[in-house]
C-alpha cells in the first residue's frame, strides 16, 4: 500500500525559509518520480518541483524557480522541497506525489504553509 506523509508546514515569515519533508513507503521510492504540488486558497493544484529517479533531474514552475530546491534520499524513501524568500504567495497546501511512468499519481494528505507576518 503506497503511503506518502508530508511534514515540515507551518506559519513562516515573508522572507523566511521551509523544508517539507515527505516520507514514503509501499513502493520501490528509488523507481519513480516524486513531484510536489500546492493548491493555495480559491486556485487550482499546480504543480512546484519534480524530480526524476536515476538522473535525479528537476523541474521547477517558474513562480518558485530560483527559490526552490528539490531533492530525494533513497537510502530513506523520502523526498524534500525547500524554499527560501517566501512570499504571501506561497502560502498554500502542499501536496506530495509519486507519479509511475503509466500516468499513475499517489498523493499525501498535504501540509499547510502559511506565509505571514
Known amino acids: 500500500q503506497v503511503q506518502l506523509v508530508e511534514s515540515g508546514g507551518g506559519l513562516v515569515q515573508p522572507g523566511g525559509s521551509l523544508r517539507l519533508s515527505c516520507a514514503t513507503s509501499?513502493?520501490?521510492?528509488?523507481?519513480?518520480?516524486m513531484n510536489w504540488y500546492r493548491q493555495a486558497p480559491g486556485k487550482e493544484r499546480e504543480l512546484v518541483a519534480s524530480?526524476?529517479?536515476?538522473?535525479?533531474?528537476?523541474n521547477y514552475a517558474d513562480s518558485v524557480k530560483g527559490r526552490a530546491t528539490i531533492s530525494r534520499d533513497n537510502a530513506k524513501n523520502t523526498a524534500y522541497l525547500e524554499m527560501h524568500s517566501l512570499k504571501a504567495e506561497d502560502t498554500a497546501v502542499y501536496y506530495c506525489n509519486m507519479e509511475t511512468p503509466w500516468g499513475a499519481h499517489y498523493w499525501g494528505q498535504g501540509t499547510l504553509v502559511t506565509v505571514s507576518s
Open positions: 524530480i526524476r529517479p536515476r538522473s535525479y533531474t528537476t
Open positions: 509501499g513502493f520501490t521510492f528509488r523507481d519513480y518520480q
